[in-house]
């Protein structure tokens, strides 16, 4: 029996086989005369200084050809033709209409390939304006989340930090920034950093240089902290000749982003202890912490605070 890795070794052999008994059979049709649709590349000439396209024009052309089975098998395969459109007579403002045939395509020299006709599209309307640029900063675009219990150290940053982009006057005008390609930075855990397109909404002609940046990501894990001596935010009605609260400050045991906790100070969060409302007696409550965003209580100590109300 064959075992499946013998089969998978001989793969790249028998997709190459493959292709070499098809170029065969294509000769020994010899001069059969066919005809076949092959996208070629669209390519604009002689656009005047100073102008520019709104919207990118289709990459690429249907074209109609007609050989005999073995020139159109050497076009597939190793021919370079491509679709032509002269601009010299583009103008600011206006709307240049082209119509495609056999005449804008250009076939390799030795070719004996003839073109039948541009089958999609038949034609096109470019609209032209004056070409403008402008520097923009740049906005990276994260994708993902870190693993679990790490956090970004600060917003993503680019490299350089703004960008020129160069395209049609007035769609360059109305542009603020750009942004890149997404990052992923699912499941990491130490900084991240790559380089990154600029990427632009629509279709239209519009260039960034540089053509990408570097996207950087600072990442940090999750730290512990203990903070002591918390002062405690008492709150209570008037009108009890004696009012006592036990004990006075709190201990509280917090986890978050290392560059936020190791820095917090008593100060930093409040420890409520809430007896409005509450009738003459001895009451054991429970605190209302609130931290920093991004900042997570794990214990206070006590855990409970002693009002005795008379």
Partial sequence: MFSKRKLMNNMNLKIAAV???????????????????????????????????????????????TADTKELVKLRL?????????MSEAAADRVLRVGLSAANVV????????????????????????????????????DG?????????????????????????????????????PLSIEGRRSRVEAARSIVFDGDWNLNAVPKEVRVLVEVEGTQVVHLAQVPIDFRREPGFSSVTLEPLTAELELSG???????????????????RGLPRGVHQLLPDVTVPDGVKVLSTTPVRFTVTLQ
């Fill in 19 to 65: 292709i070499v008994a098809v170029v065969l059979w294509a000769f020994a049709k010899g001069e059969q005369t066919t005809d076949g649709m092959l996208p070629i590349p669209l390519r604009l000439r002689n656009v005047p200084e100073g102008l520019t396209t709104v919207r990118r024009p289709p990459e690429t052309v249907d074209v109609v050809f």
């Fill in 257 to 275: 982003p290392e560059h936020v906790v190791t820095r917090l100070r008593p100060e930093d969060v409040t420890v409520l202890v809430d007896a």
């Fill in 107 to 142: 076939l390799p020299r030795d070719s004996d390939v003839q073109v039948l006709e541009v089958r999609d599209p038949k034609s096109l309307d470019i609209e032209v304006e004056r070409l403008e640029n402008r520097r923009v900063a740049v906005e990276p675009v994260t």
């Fill in 78 to 86: 190793w021919g370079e033709p491509y679709a032509v459109i002269n």
């Fill in 145 to 181: 989340q870190l693993a679990e219990g790490y956090y970004k150290l600060a917003r993503a940053v680019s490299m350089p930090e703004s960008v020129t982009v160069y395209g049609p006057s007035r769609i360059v005008r109305g542009i603020g920034s750009v942004k890149t390609a």
